[in-house]
């Protein structure tokens, strides 16, 4: 069955969960965001937009970066991040009007100049009527759906989701996301199983979970536990879009150089489309990285990073490492059955 998030449907994966890709900003662009999608990936999220940003700014700069549509199908989610009603309402009307199909909230973030400087991410955990009056605001400003990110809590002594989970649903949230770790905590550690499950049980709307998903088991025990209604993967989806293909089909892909290269590339001819090939060369630097890490050709990429300067040399360079790699297989092939 579709997973619902107000009016939008998606379907789950072949093990009856939904899979989302997390929100991570400098990360998570659109055309990551389309590259995951074609990987089957059920929902995505953009990079996080701060409210006041937007509002006072207007939809320009990063900002504007941000919130474009990902290429290709599936709903467009934009994530805001603020604490006071007022502007995340006017800030919710901005991102409707510029396309989005849904809107997240941001009660995550651990930032301290997040936290306490404009009183948004986690600091809504800390004071659960705010993050229902923030969500009510945004509900009654737009049409489409709102969702929320919540943490287990600020921290292991603080731990509220269920309280701020059921404040945001009273005041209109359709889905909710729980990232199981405190914000003291930031990434690390074990998320809190036991606190996702809570949550679930203690709402009506769908439920993603989030925070440790690095295998099809991971995501597998996450629901198996839980009961929610899909997993949503960050860190573990990083040159690994691989993880959405393999809970899509219910088959372990084998991954060769030749596909790692083909992704990248897929990615770099977004990227250039995106934002032009200067800013795809340079950020395909850092993606390059994460794709070819572990493999036997990484130290070859890590030298050739520095002469990443156009989408060509990317290619040829790729195309390069793929061919010896695979001429070195070949002789190995041949010289074996000789050294025996
Ligand atoms: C580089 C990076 C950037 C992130 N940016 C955001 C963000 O913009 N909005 C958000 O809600 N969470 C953000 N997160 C948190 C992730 O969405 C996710 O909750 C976290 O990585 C835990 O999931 P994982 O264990 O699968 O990585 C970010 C995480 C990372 C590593």
């Not at 449907?9 to 995951?36: D, K, Q, W």
């Not at 996301?177 to 074990?190: F, M």
């Not at 809570?198 to 198996?224: F, H, P, Q, Y």
Request: proline share 5%; aromatic share 4%; glycine share 10%.
């Amino acid at each position: 069955m579709p997973m619902k998030f107000g009016s939008i449907e998606i379907e789950p994966c072949a093990y009856g969960f939904v899979t989302a890709l997390a929100p991570m900003a400098n990360v998570t662009n659109p055309p990551f965001r389309s590259l995951v999608r074609g990987y089957g990936c059920g929902l995505t999220v953009s990079e996080m937009v701060a409210s006041h940003h937007l509002v006072k700014g207007g939809v320009s700069g990063l900002n504007a970066l941000r919130m474009e549509r990902a290429p290709g199908p599936g709903p467009h989610v934009v994530q805001l991040l603020g604490g006071d009603p007022a502007l995340m309402a006017e800030a919710a009307r901005m991102a409707e009007a510029e396309g989005a199909d849904a809107l997240d909230v941001n009660m995550g973030c651990p930032i301290r100049r997040i936290q306490h400087g404009c009183d948004s991410g986690v600091a809504l955990m800390r004071d659960p009527s705010r993050a229902g009056a923030v969500i009510a605001a945004m509900v009654s400003a737009v049409k489409i759906p709102v969702s929320a990110k919540l943490r287990a809590g600020a921290s292991a002594h603080e731990i509220n989701a269920v309280a701020v989970a059921k404040a945001v649903v009273d005041a209109g949230a359709s889905m909710l996301t729980v990232h199981a770790r405190t914000a003291d905590v930031v990434h690390h550690g074990e998320a809190r199983l036991s606190v996702l499950a809570e949550v679930k049980s203690s709402v009506s709307v769908a439920v993603l979970g989030n925070g440790g998903v690095a295998t099809v088991e991971d995501a597998r025990r996450m629901v198996r536990e839980t009961g929610c209604d899909g997993v949503m993967i960050g860190r573990g989806a990083l040159g690994n879009p691989w993880l959405f293909r393999a809970l899509e089909t219910a088959e372990e892909p084998v991954v060769t150089l030749a596909d790692r290269r083909d992704a990248v590339l897929a990615y770099a001819r977004w990227y250039v489309a995106f934002a032009g090939e200067r800013a795809a060369s340079l950020e395909l630097r850092k993606y390059v990285r994460w794709f070819y890490g572990g493999t036997e050709v990484e130290p070859q990429i890590r030298a050739a990073l520095p002469t990443f300067d156009s989408l060509a040399t990317i290619e040829r360079v790729l195309d390069e490492v793929t061919a010896q790699a695979a001429a070195i297989r070949e002789v190995a092939a041949v010289e074996s059955p000789l050294s025996r």
